[in-house]
């Protein structure tokens, strides 16, 4: 007798999920162990969209610094930078465990995007005048929207499942409640309001994931991550292509902007080579080790939009439009890439060093684009060839010690 049952499937197990599009279908929790899985052309929309933020985030900090005014600047961004991170890696990490791709969640995802846009327009004006009104709107859409979707995964779901959504939607609510401190408290209250609000934010999925998991995946959420990586990096590469040739149309000053626009660029590319040297999924086996690895996420990505803000004011600096010293121009470069390489090392590329050279050379190597600070107008391109050589040392590392592969991650 043949091992096929009356709904055409070997041994009576159900069907697998069909992700074709339809109007409403119910959202149940994808697996885990789900083949093939990869990031969905709606999911790189929203990334691209959100750059648009990021980009903004980006573009207020050099202004900030260029007038020589770290102090408002740096706190200014990493707010800013965070609210839109966060937003991104509630959407992602959702879409990983409860995307049905129906016309219903397709539509409340492009909400989200609208609430991107408008948070990004207010930028801007809560950069220069501490008004949050519009970015505070713009959360409001974006986080409500996601609210929907996890009662909609609530309502389909039951049990300690059902409990989670249920968690992370009044937790959500009551984030977005608390962020009305940026608008109804003074401005010097403003920075404790992010930094209260900032934790409750973190906490929301630790508290609704205690009891019952959500079923991420974890080469799709790695994906997700690299991609935004690579957009971030993107973007870096558009804000200094943008500066060089605004002071080439300005000044002609091809000597002093190549070893800039060079240096940078190297850094770049080594920013992206030393990110993807290692195959981060195998590693995410639980919540322990992935909520740590995605909330370092907000120095990675911070530190990557930054080194191309330092790249801008490097470039308004060799040309005599910042108000700054040379040494102070390239700390604005080099301190973002040295941080970017720790925090790669730290959070992501460790777990699959063997040995004490292959551990050491990005914490060293970050150490070394520091010293490049000290190297004057040729700062930026030391810094580059710091990121070259970074890259050159790891592959014959790794190429005579390579790491032996972990075993498929066992969800708990």
Known sequence: MSDEEPNGEPNGEPPPPDRRSGVLRRMTARGRDEEHRAATPLELFFDLCFVVAVAQAGRQLVHALAEGHPGH????????????WWAWVNFSWFSSAYDTDDVVYRVVTLVQIAGVLILAAGIPRAFDEANYTAVWLGYAVMRLALVSQWLRAAHSSAGAERRTALKYAVGVCLCQVGWLGLLLLPDRAKPWVFLVMAIAEMAVPAIAERRQQTAWHPHHIAERYGLFTIIVLGETVSAATVAVQSALD??????????IASGGLLLIFAAYWIYFAVPIHLHLASNRQAFLWGYGHYLVLGSAAAIGAGIEVAVEESVGKAHISTFAASACVTVPAALFMFCVWLIHSRHYKRGTAQ???????????????????????????????????????FTRNPPEPEPSPQHS
């Open 73 to 84: 600047g740096i706190p200014g961004y990493l707010m800013l930078f965070f609210a839109v």
């Open 250 to 259: 300005e000044h002609e000053a091809v000597g002093e902007l190549l070893p």
């Open 359 to 397: 551990q050491l050379v990005l914490p060293v190597s970050a150490l070394a684009v520091l010293a490049c600070t000290f190297a004057g107008g040729a700062a930026v391109l030391l810094a580059g060839l710091v990121g070259v050589a970074t890259v050159a040392v790891g592959v014959t590392l």
